[in-house]
């Protein structure tokens, strides 16, 4: 076609006529949405993080004046309540980033990894069972979490026959590593530099408090109901490396430990390179939770930035600040998502040496069930 | 795998069979067990938060807060569902998220497939420009549109409108990906052969290569259904009339205690029983579709 198209003048007759036409107007819907509704309201949204906008007029009205960075200064640099709560929030999402990425890549992995064995049956029930928490909604869960980790819910009940008392999980705001330190008696300094405010405003003490109980239920949620949607992701890969392999180790005598660490966990290293950095991104943008459970519940440790910038907007009226939140988040995000994108571009060729020809088949359907994982992403 | 261990069994109760395999046969079996042990104690997790769930909605409310592990409730009662359609406008969420994921759903479908096939198949100045940008896009964190959105849809006057719901939703740059990506995997003499025998662009497109497309219009159609149905952040910024509450954002204000004192865990958990059947019903008869990792993958 290539060719066709270069011999054929580029205006003219035949069967390319009016192709630019239909062409435009076939992407015309698609682009004016994205135009519409998403380009130009981040365009907007970006004047508002640099204005005083109180939301009452419009945000272009002339009444509404230019200040600068100062939104953008209240909340990292200028001390204060709002720099404290955004402060708060970024360490409470880091804390979740910090457990969420690790446990529920190790758990997609593990899932994957026993539900990959050939000789297993009820492969399909059991691929099910943990899929299932992926489609359904986050609203649901929450429901459901919630009823299981009440204080006298299902939870408590089954660590109750230990013997270990639960806590009230939604509602407790300790965080675990400050809970372990005071179980050692080590308590809250009341002064030198770790009780003096540092970073965003936050004390070294209150950086260090570790994820609050509450929190520490978010990240089960959240570790619930992704792991079946990265475990579909390490199948297709493990698919893929084949089970030659899996052979030829066996023969060679190699454990099952053994030969997971020195062959399949290699083999399987740009699909774990791909589940970690959607963690990574899908963590930062915590958000459906957090506004169902209320937000400010648990003294304030279940905050996120992403549900800052929601509530100062929303609630507080404070546009500016939510937009310069949101504009944080989102240049972290997008330098994330580039970091991944030339990662991955610097891996495919050597990946494409290492997988044995028969993975190139199999290859396609990781690729699909990536840019599915990205679009569930992406379309919610 | 397999292959060793069924040559293995087979080979068991022959005493010739050498050592060495009959070694690893054992091996796989004992690894086999455990396996079962470990995935059936998962599964377990995953499973039966739902099954106590389903079980309480049917609990009078002392009883799902008193005694939550029990599967059979000691007074079965339906007043949780009975209040969903009674006091609670339940019917009316789940009817406006039906209309809305529905149109939502058709068109996302429509317009990706549309604009999917332009770019793969058109030839037009800027398409290449086109492509760029929607692949640029495709890394925007859904999460920090809430506020832009809100902006956008009061400027024009959609604020808290049925529309202002839905249409933004209406194209998805990743949807657009995915359709293009398909389309470049089917033949290009396919369209052209139409095309010669005078069938318009619209027609080529609509009759002859967007059927080929199945497979990834079932996939889009799931990712958009399901994402719709399942929306939250986008009904939370476009609306603020309790007559718009989508079953989100309705049951999500149950959360909240909105309806008197008490946890209500039954009321609660019916709502989620409720909105999570539609989900599970697409997700049981396209679940080859959604997990086809495996199919034609299963060696052995």
């Given amino acids: 076609m290539a060719i066709n198209a270069a011999v054929r003048p580029r205006r003219g007759g035949g069967i390319r006529r009016g192709e630019a036409r239909s062409g435009w107007i076939f992407i015309a819907p698609s682009v004016l949405i994205t135009l519409v509704f998403l380009v130009i309201p981040i365009v907007l949204a970006l004047w508002v993080s640099f204005s005083d906008w109180n939301g009452f007029q419009s945000p272009l009205s002339p009444r509404v004046n230019f200040v600068g960075l100062e939104n953008y200064a209240a909340i990292t640099v200028d001390d204060g309540l709002d720099q404290r709560n955004f402060g708060i929030a970024v360490r409470n999402n880091l804390y979740y980033v910090v457990f969420v990425v690790p446990l529920q890549t190790i758990i997609a992995l593990l899932l994957a990894v026993q539900v990959n064995r050939a000789a297993l049956r009820g ?14 909604s986050t609203v649901a869960i929450v429901i459901v979490f919630q009823f299981l980790f009440t204080s006298s819910g299902a939870v408590n009940a089954v660590i109750g026959a230990f013997g270990i008392d639960g806590p009230d999980w939604f509602n407790d705001s ?4 400050h809970g372990l330190l005071s179980a050692f008696g080590v308590t809250a300094p009341t002064s030198g530099l770790i009780a003096e405010p540092g970073f965003l405003g936050i004390s070294g003490w209150q950086w260090l408090a ?8 978010l990240i089960m949620l959240a570790i619930f109901t992704t792991s079946g949607t990265f475990m579909l992701l390490f199948l297709a890969a493990l698919q893929a490396i084949g089970s030659e392999i899996d052979e030829a180790s066996l023969m060679d005598g190699a454990g099952a430990v053994r030969k997971f660490f020195s062959i399949t966990l290699p083999m399987l290293r740009p699909t774990l390179f791909t589940v970690l950095t959607l963690g990574l991104i899908g963590s930062w943008q915590v958000f459906d939770q957090i506004y169902i459970l209320g937000g400010t519940s648990a003294g304030g440790t279940i905050s996120t930035p992403a549900y800052l910038a929601y509530r100062s907007s929303f609630v ?28 991955l571009r610097e891996r495919s060729p050597r990946k494409r040496s290492v997988v044995v020809a028969a993975a190139d088949n199999a290859g396609t359907d990781t690729a699909e069930s990536a840019t599915a994982a990205t679009a569930k992403g992406g379309l919610q | 795998m397999t292959r060793v261990t069924e040559t293995a069994q087979l080979k068991l109760p022959n005493r010739s069979a050498p050592r ?41 409310d002392a009883e799902a807060t008193q005694d939550a592990l029990s599967l059979i409730p000691q007074t079965v009662t339906y007043a949780a569902y009975e209040r969903l359609f009674g006091d609670v406008p339940f019917p009316l969420w789940a009817g406006n998220t039906l209309m809305i994921s529905t149109i939502v759903t058709v068109g996302r479908v429509f317009f990706d497939s549309l604009a999917g096939y332009a770019l793969s198949r058109l030839k037009f100045r800027g398409r290449a420009f086109v492509f760029a940008a929607f692949i640029g896009i495709l890394s925007v964190p859904g999460v920090v549109l809430l506020i832009p959105r809100f902006l956008i849809l009061q400027q024009l006057g959609l604020y808290d409108t049925y529309g202002g719901m839905i249409i933004p939703l209406l194209s998805t740059a990743a949807g657009v990906f995915i ?10 003499s396919i369209g052209e052969a139409a095309r010669i025998d005078g069938a318009g662009t619209f027609r080529t497109f609509w009759t002859i290569v967007l059927p080929m497309a199945r497979p990834a219009l079932v996939t889009l159609f799931i990712l958009s259904f399901q994402g719709s149905w399942n929306e939250l952040g986008h009904f939370i910024v476009s609306r603020q009339s309790p007559e718009l509450n989508t079953l989100t954002t309705g049951v999500a204000s149950l959360v909240s205690g909105q309806l ?3 946890n209500q865990f039954p009321l609660q958990l019916a709502a989620a029983v409720l909105m999570t059947i539609p989900v599970a019903v697409l997700f049981f008869i396209f679940q080859r579709k959604i997990m086809n990792t495996t199919e034609g993958g299963e060696k052995g």
């Fill in chain 2, 260 to 262: 008197g004192s008490g």
């Fill in chain 1, 174 to 177: 300790t965080g675990i590593i």
């Fill in chain 1, 210 to 217: 570790g994820p609050s109980v509450a929190m520490s239920s």
């Fill in chain 1, 123 to 136: 492969k399909g029930f059991f691929r099910t069972a943990f899929y299932f928490p992926s489609v359904t």
């Fill in chain 2, 179 to 188: 359709m293009k990506q398909f389309f470049d995997s089917i033949p290009v």
């Fill in chain 1, 316 to 343: 507080d009226l404070q546009w500016g600040q939510g937009a310069a939140i949101a504009f944080i988040l989102f240049i972290f995000i997008i330098v994330l998502t580039l970091l991944q994108r030339w990662a």
């Fill in chain 2, 20 to 60: 060495r395999r009959k070694r690893i046969g054992a091996r796989a079996r004992s690894g086999l067990l455990v396996g079962y042990l470990i995935l059936i104690g998962l599964a377990l997790i995953y499973i039966y938060p739902f099954i106590i769930s389903i079980a309480a909605s049917f609990k009078t």
